[in-house]
């Protein structure tokens, strides 16, 4: 079954842990993606990657991290996570050929992170 | 900047109305436009997209949307809803070609009344 994977779905931490998100996908997409989602913000873009080792700043990347060494994961690293973290996260992949699902992303089931 | 504006942020209807969600994007040239759906407690999901060709657009659960161009509209529309609709949906736009960057609205928030 196609399909983004996230772990965890649910974390609550304290202000200064590091922790790792991470994010794999089985449809062999190049272009992956990070989304915060916060009521009455919508959904706002962390970092995306358009191939392995290829990776770039979204709308709000301040405090977070990223790496893309293999094309199917693309791990989301808080080094210091601070309140203000708090949300709901989403991974996204999506196809770069020239096919009929080519724009269209798919997405984790969401990682709820509390930061304390 | 590019943008997509949803002019609603909540809509309360009950079963059997008619729902049109509006949806407007800011930018000109090739677009590609696409309705995305999160139930309660879900990730978000496609429900139909439209890159060219016929304007009017069929997507799942009974959904389409019509592409009117010179109103730079992309509006949702279902004839008769039901209590599962309830959820947010999403408005999301790219420009151009090799551009996968989607650029989304801030949701509309979705409630039937059974």
């Known amino acids: 079954e196609a399909q983004v994977t996230q772990n965890p779905r649910y974390l609550i931490t304290v202000t200064g842990k590091k922790l790792t998100v991470t994010c794999s996908q089985n449809?062999?997409?190049?272009?992956m993606s990070w989304y915060r989602q916060d009521p009455g913000l919508g959904l706002r873009q962390i970092y995306y990657?358009?191939?392995?080792?290829?990776?770039d700043k979204g709308d709000v990347p301040e405090g977070y991290k990223v790496s893309r060494k293999e094309k199917r994961n693309f791990p989301l690293i808080l080094e210091s996570p601070s309140p203000n973290q708090t949300s709901l996260y989403f991974c996204?992949?999506?196809?770069?050929?020239?096919?009929?699902?080519?724009?269209?992303?798919?997405f984790g089931p969401g990682t709820r992170l509390t930061v304390t | 900047a590019q943008s997509v504006s949803q002019h609603n942020h909540h809509v309360i209807l009950s079963e059997a109305a008619s729902l049109e969600l509006g949806c407007n994007y800011s930018?000109?040239?090739?677009?590609?436009l696409f309705w995305y759906v999160q139930y309660p407690g879900q990730h978000l999901q496609l429900l139909l997209k439209y890159f060219s060709g016929d304007p009017l657009v069929k997507g799942i659960k009974g959904f389409e949307a019509e592409f009117i161009k010179s109103k730079f509209s992309f509006n949702l529309r279902k004839p008769s809803v039901q209590w599962s609709d309830t959820a947010e949906y999403f408005c999301a736009g790219s420009a151009g070609d090799s551009n996968y960057q989607l650029i989304w609205g801030a949701g509309t928030k979705l409630i039937i009344k059974p």
């Open positions: 996204a992949s999506s196809s770069t050929d020239s096919g009929r699902d080519r724009y269209e992303q798919y």
């Open positions: 449809m062999n997409h190049e272009y």
């Open positions: 990657s358009m191939n392995v080792e290829v990776t």
């Open positions: 930018y000109g040239g090739t677009v590609n």
